[in-house]
């Protein structure tokens, strides 16, 4: 096998503590603001991945400063604003870089180039090149979908938008709002499944004037235009990957797992209330806006799971393995947005639980997948996990719990969880 490639063996017997990296979205935000602000910003506990570094990168090319002190990391502004880069600007394999950055460029006046690797030069990007042209941006992708490499007209001035974002989308609103940093008046963004609030919650620690009030189901964000200010941020844990090892809790035959310091957001915590729904015993504990949870193993049952529950829809392949795991039919409803993530996320979390064993099927935006009743039951399993780096940790639980298993592809998950395999090793 090539260091890509990894294999997994079943875990006898898991213990021990879990500090996941700094949340990505809350990181990438972070960089992003301290970079338009004026003056230095520091921000503490910054994810460690690789998308988040294409992120830091791309800052430093439109002209901020970023210095590394530790664990700290110090972002400075300049005083007269970011400049357009000459160099293309890299996301790599990072589509909230890319899909923040088009609406952060599309305010700096002259010409950006955004390109990226093959998993990201896939997925549309139609869905914020439409809102930024109402604003007066000029946004060039491949085909209808718009597909990078991307080229953005920025402008210093934008008009001010009133947009209902098609998707449950947290990348489209924030590219919106971006955007509406510089626009001529008050930008407004509608959606109609609450996503994560990160962009208009830091916005406001950075001393913007944005306001958020709940519609029926979804939210109305109002933003005036406005510079940020520094701020010193403290990067929470990210909750997204506090799922893996929950679920590697629960599903395991003799686990006792703790993970500690995640970030609380309601928008990012619902696979704990699907997994204590299926029976999972997860203790949690609230401090302030962070939250820790001791999860340990227990007998699971299938659930129905809609994709309002989950609005990103990141932790569905993790659910997917503990679907299988379970005893009786989960529906997953509602999950076409899994189709355009880093990978095909609806094919690949049926295929890899096909691969364990189990039946599954699909009818239209909704597959179902008959669990086994133990991951001790999972069949030894090889899979490719393409250039997406939940498939990866999906597999990986599902091999630890299980019967091992290989995964090829192994090394994206440095795209947001680069010690991934040291933390599952030290449990056992
Ligand atoms: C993110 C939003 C989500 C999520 C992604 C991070 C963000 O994507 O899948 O991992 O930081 O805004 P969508 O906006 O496509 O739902």
Known sequence: MTSDNVSIEHAHQLRGVVRVPGDKSTSHRALMISALADGTSRIEGLSTGNDVASSAMIMEQLGAHVERDGSVVFVTGPEEGLRAAIAPLDCGNSGTTMRLLTGLVSSIHGDHDLVGDASLSQRPMDRVAIPLE??????????????????????????????????ASAQVKSSILFAGLVAQGVSSVLEDVRTRSTTEDMFRSAGINVESDDVAQGRRVTLHPGRPEACH????????????????????????????????????????????????????????????????????????????????????????????????????????????????????????????????????????????????????????????????????????????????????????????????????
């Open 233 to 428: 941020w403290t990067v929470p844990g990210d909750p997204s990957q506090a799922a893996f090892f929950c679920v590697l809790g629960a599903v395991h035959r003799d686990a006792v797992l703790n993970i500690i310091d995640i970030d609380a957001s309601p928008e990012r915590t619902g696979f704990v209330g699907v997994l204590q729904r299926m029976g999972a015993t997860i203790e949690s504990e609230h401090r302030g806006t962070h939250l820790s949870l001791a999860v340990s193993s227990s007998a699971l049952v299938a659930t129905e799971i809609h994709s309002r529950e989950i609005p990103s829809v990141d932790e569905v392949p993790i659910l997917v393995v503990a679907a299988s795991a379970a005893t009786g039919v989960s529906a997953f409803r509602q999950m076409n947005e899994l189709r355009i993530k880093e990978s095909d996320r609806f094919e690949g979390s049926m295929e890899l639980s096909r691969r364990l064993g189990c039946r599954v099927w699909s009818d239209g935006d909704d597959f179902f997948v008959e669990g086994i009743g133990g991951a001790e039951k999972f069949s030894t399993f090889e899979i490719d996990a393409g250039l997406d780096h939940r498939m990866v940790m999906a597999a990986a639980v599902a091999g630890s719990a299980g019967s091992g298993c290989r995964i090829a592809g192994s090394a994206t998950v440095a795209s947001s969880y680069p010690h991934f395999f040291g933390d599952l090793a030290a449990l056992q």
């Open 134 to 167: 109402l604003m007066g941006a000029l946004v060039q992708g491949r085909g209808k979908s718009v597909t990078a490499p991307l080229h953005v007209q920025g402008r210093s001035t934008l008009r001010a938008i009133d947009y209902h974002v098609p998707h």
